[in-house]
């Protein structure tokens, strides 16, 4: 029905197959809800050519902003994002702000609210500034709390705040990073932000299946990373109009070359293939009607089974 019953559905079809299986989609932040679902049935996948959802840089910082509002003790996360976006505050800052913490008995982030600690530091002022972000944020989160607002809502006054997109302008890949970011910002409006310990214990069981070996596992693939493999069993996902094809194609008039690219995925199936398409799907916050996508006509019926597992 929406994306999120089809990666449970594809989760559970990968538990069940026979041989090989890969998981396909159009573009990276896909990823994430078949991520969080394989987790949640115990299967062991392994992303292609990249990182997982909640490895990638930009999914990394934003949640150890959303951990540091969780819990203000959390050295590790204020440490990784005391300097994102810059702030003039380098090893040598950050390093004399750790003995200032030890010495004071207190976390990272209480050592920057206190002044008195680092004054004789040259970039006081950029700590300073840092620790007056943190605190209007603070200050914002309880009032998003007391409107029952979600952590969404939370997410977007940190992007907000930090110009944390001006900043993926400057990295590459910053279209894709800003997809990523759009994705996790779409999935956290399904948690309330007085609820933020859930949301971010949800993210780390899925990080942390990347402790187990690599041996049986489901691969999770782009459609561009999987070309020159071949699997017993292919589930594409997101088969539908602005996806596959992607509503840059449609744009940019390279309509062929999403043809080309369904041929690529269709073909790395050696005896399963399977094409999925939600009717509803979560996108930068709204959820939106889907359409299966105009490739599907193209496909002699004598080839498919139709399953309609809204109705099932």
Do not use: W
Not at 264 to 276: D, I, K, P, Q, S
């Amino acid at each position: 029905e929406d994306h999120e019953a089809e990666a449970r559905y594809a989760s559970e079809a990968a538990s069940r197959a026979q041989g090989s299986v890969a998981i396909l989609y159009r573009t990276n932040r896909q990823s994430r809800a078949v991520e969080t679902e394989l987790v949640r049935d115990g299967v062991k996948y392994l992303v292609a050519n990249g990182r997982a959802f909640y490895e990638r840089r930009e999914i990394q910082d934003l949640l150890c902003y959303l951990r540091l509002a969780a819990n203000p003790r959390d050295d590790l996360a204020c440490e990784r994002i005391i300097n994102v976006p810059k702030r003039l505050i380098g090893k040598t800052t950050l390093a004399a702000l750790r003995d200032a913490a030890a010495r004071s008995g207190s976390s990272l982030l209480a050592a920057a609210r206190s002044p008195e600690l680092y004054a004789g530091l040259r970039q006081h002022k950029a700590v300073a500034a840092f620790a007056d972000l943190l605190d209007r944020l603070e200050v914002a989160r309880r009032d998003l709390v007391d409107r029952d607002e979600t952590v969404a809502a939370y997410l977007d006054l940190v992007a907000d705040e930090t110009n944390y997109g001006e900043h993926l302008a400057q990295l590459a890949d910053p279209v894709d990073r800003r997809r990523n970011v759009a994705e996790l910002i779409s999935h956290a409006t399904t948690f309330k932000l007085a609820n933020l310990t859930d949301f971010l214990d949800e993210c780390a069981l899925v990080q942390d299946q990347d402790a187990v070996d690599d041996s049986g596992r489901v691969l999770l693939s782009t459609i561009h990373a999987a070309k020159g493999l071949e699997f017993d069993n292919v589930l594409l996902l997101g088969f539908e109009e602005l996806l596959l094809p992607h509503y840059f194609s449609l744009e940019d008039g390279y309509l062929e070359e999403e043809r080309r690219l369904l041929y690529v995925a269709m073909t790395r199936a050696r005896r399963h293939l399977t094409l999925t398409h939600a009717h509803l799907r979560l996108l930068n916050g709204f959820t939106r009607a889907s359409e299966r996508s105009r490739f599907a006509n193209h496909i002699p019926d004598h080839h498919l089974t139709r399953l309609n597992l809204a109705s099932s």
